[in-house]
C-alpha cells in the first residue's frame, strides 16, 4: 500500500474490535467550550507514580489530578518510541500510517490532520511549549502540528484573545537521560524501597539510576503543579481539560523501545471539573493515543478527519462508571515499533513488531526474528560504526548487565531478557505473570488463546492498513534516518599497542 493510500484509508471498526466509528462531525458545542491542556513527560513510565501505588516516587500533582478526575490503568502508546508517538498522537492515527513519520527522528506529513491545527480552525487559540513533536525535521509546514511554540504557559496565556478556548501542549524533556548522578539519593529517597521491574538485577547501581529517574520524574510532576495553579489563578482551572501522561516507558533496558507494559504502558490522569461526572474514579478500559484528539474534538464539537483510528475517550469521563465500563468497545490495546535507531549488523532496518494487548493477556508477533531487539551488542560489526544495543539509551542500568552478563546464570537471564533475539511469536500470561517475563507461546495449555489473540491482531492490523500486513512493510526501512544512536563506549576509542 502507497503511503498517500493509507492517508486515504478510512477505518470503520465493528463492535468488539475497533468499536463504533464516531461520525464525522460531532455534537454541538456548549455554551463554553472546554480549554484542552495536554501535560506529556518525555519517558516516564507506568506505573511510577503515587497514585498506581508506586512507594518512593512522589507525584503529588499527578495524584491530584486523579483524584478530582480519572485515573486510566490501561493507558497505551501506539510506538514506544518519541517521533513515532507523538505522530500518532497529534494525528489520532496510529503510527504505521504515516509513512517515515513510524520510525524515531523522522518527519510528517504536512497534509496529515492534527488535532491542534484542526482546532484552530474551529476558533481555538493553540500553542506549545518545549518538547512536543519530534525529534526529526518538519518540512512544508506553514503551522507546527502541535501549535505554535511559546516560551512558557505565561507567555501562551499573554498573546490570547479575551475568552477566546485554547488548546495548549505543555512539554518537557523530563525524565530523559542524562541523569545527574545520585541526584534521587541526594534528595532523601530510600532506595531500598524502590520496587525493581524483574528484568533488572537488584544492585546499588540499577537502584541508584531508577532514583535519578524518578528525581526527574518529581521536578516534571511540579511543572505541572505549576500550571494547575495558574490556571486556578485565572479562573480556568474548572473548564479546561487536563490530561497529564508520558510518551513511554522508562529510558532503560527492556522498558523504552519494547511492547511489554514496562515500555509500552503509560501513566494517564485526566480532570475536568465542570464537565467530569462522578471523579475520583478508577477506569481499567484500554485507551490509546491515538484516542486523545478525536476526545478534544468532540469536547470541541469540531470536525473530525475520518482518517483517524482513535476513538473518543469522552464517554469514560462523563458515565461515571469505574472499572471496565465499555468492554464492547475497548477491550483490547494495540499497538506496535518500527525502527527506533538504526543499529543492526547488516543493514540499517529497525525491529519491526506489533502486540495486542487484552485483559489478561498479552501477545506480540516480531517480523523479523532474525534482528537484536535492542540493536546488536557486537558494536564492531554494527552496520553503523560503533552502534551498541542502540534501542536502549546509555546508562548505568545498561552497563551493568551487559558488564555483569557472565557473573552467573541470574545475570544471564537479565541480559537475555533485555537484550537477547526472540522468537516470531510471544505470548504473556498477565495474571501469571504480570511483568511479562516467561513467554509462553509454546505451550500447547495456550495454543488456543494464542491463535485467537494472533488472528485478532492480524484482524485489525489489516483494519488499520498496517503494511506489514497489507504488503511493503519493508519500506520502514528505506526511510532516512536524522538523528544519532547509542555508541558502545569503547568506540572510537585508539587501541592500545
Known amino acids: 500500500m502507497k503511503r498517500r493510500d493509507f492517508m486515504k484509508t478510512s477505518v470503520v471498526g465493528s463492535v468488539g474490535i475497533l468499536g463504533s466509528a464516531l461520525p464525522a462531525r460531532s455534537a454541538e458545542p456548549p455554551a463554553k467550550r472546554p480549554n484542552m491542556v495536554f501535560a506529556l513527560a518525555d519517558d516516564w513510565g507506568w506505573p511510577h507514580a503515587g497514585a498506581y501505588g508506586d512507594p518512593v516516587v512522589k507525584t503529588p500533582n499527578f495524584d491530584r489530578l486523579a483524584k478530582e478526575g480519572v485515573l486510566f490503568t490501561n493507558a497505551y502508546i501506539s510506538s514506544p518510541s518519541c517521533t513515532p508517538c507523538r505522530n500518532a498522537l497529534l494525528t489520532g492515527q496510529y503510527h504505521w500510517r504515516l509513512g517515515p513519520g513510524a520510525n524515531l527522528w523522522s518527519t ?22 518545549r518538547k512536543s513533536w519530534g525529534p526529526g525535521r518538519l518540512t512544508g509546514w506553514k503551522d507546527h502540528p502541535a501549535g505554535k511554540p511559546c516560551k512558557g504557559f505565561d507567555a501562551f496565556l499573554k498573546d490570547r484573545p479575551k475568552d477566546k478556548p485554547f488548546c495548549f501542549f505543555f512539554g518537557t524533556s523530563d525524565p530523559h ?92 490522569a485526566v480532570r475536568w471539573g465542570s464537565g467530569l461526572v462522578k471523579p475520583g474514579r478508577k477506569v481499567n478500559d484500554f485507551v490509546s493515543f491515538t484516542d486523545i484528539g478525536p476526545t478534544f474534538l468532540q469536547a470541541a464539537g469540531a470536525p473530525r478527519p475520518k482518517v483517524m483510528t482513535g476513538k473518543s475517550m469522552l464517554s469514560l469521563l462523563t458515565n461515571g462508571k469505574s472499572g471496565v465500563t465499555e468492554p464492547d468497545k475497548r477491550g483490547f490495546a494495540l499497538y506496535g515499533k518500527e ?27 516480531n517480523f523479523k526474528p532474525d534482528r537484536w531487539p535492542a540493536g546488536t551488542p557486537n558494536w564492531r560489526k554494527a552496520a553503523l560504526p560503533g552502534a551498541w544495543l542502540t534501542d536502549c539509551d546509555n546508562g548505568p542500568t545498561k552497563t551493568y548487565i551487559d558488564v555483569n552478563k557472565g557473573k552467573d546464570a541470574a545475570h544471564k537471564r537479565y541480559w537475555d531478557l533485555c537484550f537477547a533475539k ?12 504480570p511483568e511479562q517475563l516467561t513467554n509462553v507461546a509454546s505451550e500447547p495449555a495456550y495454543a488456543e488463546i494464542k491463535k485467537k489473540l494472533a488472528a485478532k491482531l492480524t484482524e485489525n492490523l489489516k483494519l488499520t492498513g498496517d503494511p506489514r500486513v497489507t504488503g511493503g512493510g519493508d519500506k520502514f526501512d528505506e526511510y532516512p534516518y536524522l538523528g544519532g544512536f547509542c555508541r558502545h563506549p569503547d568506540a572510537g576509542r585508539k587501541k592500545k599497542k
Request: hydrophobic share 25%; proline share 7%.
Open 422 to 433: 526472540r522468537p516470531e511469536e510471544e505470548l504473556y500470561d498477565c495474571k501469571k505473570d
Open 339 to 365: 525502527r527506533h535507531c538504526p543499529g543492526q549488523e547488516e543493514n540499517k532496518g529497525g525491529y519491526p513488531c506489533r502486540a495486542i494487548r487484552v485483559h489478561g493477556y498479552l501477545y506480540i508477533r
Open 108 to 129: 510528517l506529513d504536512p497534509s496529515t490532520p492534527t488535532y491542534p491545527l484542526l482546532l484552530k480552525k474551529a476558533g481555538y487559540h493553540i500553542g506549545s511549549w
Open 177 to 268: 537521560r542524562g541523569y545527574r548522578k545520585d541526584s534521587g539519593a541526594k534528595s532523601g529517597m530510600d532506595l531500598s524501597k524502590i520496587k525493581l521491574f524483574g528484568c533488572f538485577p537488584d544492585s546499588p547501581e540499577v537502584r541508584g539510576d531508577v532514583a535519578d529517574y524518578y528525581y526527574e520524574v518529581q521536578r516534571w510532576d511540579r511543572d505541572v503543579g505549576k500550571m494547575i495553579a495558574r490556571l486556578k489563578e485565572i479562573g480556568e482551572l474548572e473548564n479546561t481539560i487536563i490530561v497529564m501522561s508520558g510518551d513511554h516507558g522508562m529510558p532503560f533496558p527492556r522498558c523504552k523501545g519494547n511492547l511489554y507494559d514496562s515500555g509500552s504502558r503509560v501513566p494517564m
